[in-house]
């Protein structure tokens, strides 16, 4: 015997996380990829810190999750959907939201949502942090710019105009292009459809509709990540686990999706 020690992989402590979450947005913003222009100035003010997010690496994070549900013979356009262009109201939508913790891993969402450090490193009660039904964020022409996008007949931009409606709380509209397309989505991406019907349920308050949708789906990375989150923020931490230890697992280190996993993981402890 050589005397060494096994090491036991532990979740890193919350801060840590934290810590190297801010590290990322900041080496994302150092790097120039602020493409965007914001429609104007917002002076976000909270009683905690809120870091400001970069629109440009939000939306590469806000379409991180259609390759996982990409048919495996669909090589042809492999990365076709996530150099799709994002609606010409992004920057403005993504200055004027405010902080979420309760994170569905879906199309338009983005980890740097989660941006009020205060909510988590103060280990608020995380039932109370479930999304709620609440107005529409002012995006003018979103409605319109998602229907057109629609029309076009690409699954693909059919989602992104799914989760950008959902994204700005414009919940009737999302449910309206939902029941208009609802037989229309193809076999190769029937399942990200049904994540994104499951992602609008939850951002709407239905947290226990959007669940039995998310455990009745195929076990995908992005599946599993959302019904682990969908159990953490549900009171059930304990359930929460496994399927967040399996999201962490196949979800890529140099992703921030990755990241939130782990931070999930680390709180269902």
């Known amino acids: 015997m050589t005397g060494d020690k096994t090491e036991t992989k532990q979740q890193p402590a919350l801060t840590e996380l934290m810590a190297r979450y801010l590290s990322q947005q900041a080496g994302a913003h150092a790097s120039g990829l602020a493409t965007f222009d914001p429609t104007g100035e917002v002076m976000p003010f909270e ?6 997010v970069d629109p440009r690496p939000a939306w590469e994070e806000a379409v991180a999750v259609l390759p ?4 495996a013979g669909a090589k042809a356009d492999a990365k076709a959907e996530t150099k799709a ?3 010409p109201q992004w920057a403005g939508l993504v200055a004027g939201l405010e902080p979420a913790v309760a994170l569905a891993f879906c199309v338009g969402n983005y980890p740097q949502l989660l941006r009020n450090l205060h909510l988590i490193l103060h280990r608020a009660k995380l039932t109370d942090l479930r999304p709620q039904e609440t107005r529409a964020v002012p995006a003018p022409g979103l409605a319109d710019w998602a229907k057109e996008t629609a029309d076009k007949g690409s699954f693909p931009l059919m989602l992104l105009a799914l989760g950008s409606l959902r994204l700005a709380r414009q ?7 939902v029941a208009a397309h609802d037989a229309a ?5 029937r399942n990200a459809w049904a994540n994104e019907k499951a992602a609008l349920a939850w951002h709407r308050g239905q947290g226990a509709e959007a669940l ?5 789906q195929q076990p995908s990375a992005p599946v599993l990540f959302n019904r682990g989150m969908a159990l953490l923020f549900l ?3 304990a359930e ?3 399927p967040l230890t399996q999201a962490v697992a196949q979800l890529p280190e140099a992703g921030a999706w990755h990241h939130l996993a782990r931070l999930y993981l680390t709180l269902a402890l």
């Not at 009683?47 to 400001?52: C, D, I, K, N, T």
């Not at 919940?171 to 292009?177: E, G, Q, V």
Request: charged fraction near 15%.
């Open 185 to 189: 989505a193809p076999a190769e991406w």
């Open 240 to 242: 929460a686990r496994a």
């Open 212 to 216: 039995a949708l998310w455990q009745a």
């Open 68 to 71: 996982f549900f990409r048919a």
């Open 235 to 237: 009171g059930k931490p």
């Open 47 to 52: 009683a905690g810190p809120v870091q400001p």
């Open 171 to 177: 919940f009737d509209d999302a449910a309206t292009l």
């Open 85 to 87: 262009s994002p609606p």
